[in-house]
């Protein structure tokens, strides 16, 4: 079974940059795309990035445009969140997950759904 687990969060100031993981177990990590999300207190969880199996194709929410990148290192059984850019507004717990789809189009904005084996997540905190 698939576990994944997050880390890389922590307190920054507000323009600061924070790169988070998710390092997954399982051989058949490279076979699955990936997607980050947050949740914030007393906020719906949301949608933020996501990539495929092989890395070729990505897909962000609007409010992550332009501010973060999505990769992935399928030696390392890991995919990477890097945020740069950070507002108040960031603050929230990450959470990785696993692409359920076998064959999304990355054409419009992935549903909560098709996604499972969430991790953890992990504490994003941006002051000012």
């Known amino acids: 079974q698939m576990q994944l687990v997050e880390s890389g969060g922590g307190l920054v100031q507000s323009g600061g940059s924070l790169r988070l993981s998710c390092a997954a177990s399982?051989?058949?990590?490279?076979?699955?795309?990936m997607g980050w999300f947050r949740q914030a207190p007393g906020k719906e969880r949301e949608f933020v990035a996501a990539i495929s199996w092989s890395g070729d194709k990505t897909y962000y929410a609007e409010v992550a445009k332009g501010r973060f990148t999505i990769s992935r290192a399928n030696a390392k059984n890991t995919v990477y969140l890097e945020m740069n850019s950070l507002k108040p507004e960031d603050t929230a717990v990450y959470h990785c997950?696993?692409?359920?789809?076998?064959?999304?189009?990355?054409?419009?904005?992935?549903?909560?759904?098709?996604?499972?084996?969430w991790g953890q997540g992990t504490q994003v905190t941006v002051s000012s």
């Open positions: 399982g051989r058949a990590f490279s076979n699955y795309g």
């Open positions: 997950a696993l692409d359920l789809m076998a064959s999304r189009s990355y054409y419009r904005v992935p549903e909560e759904a098709d996604f499972g084996s």
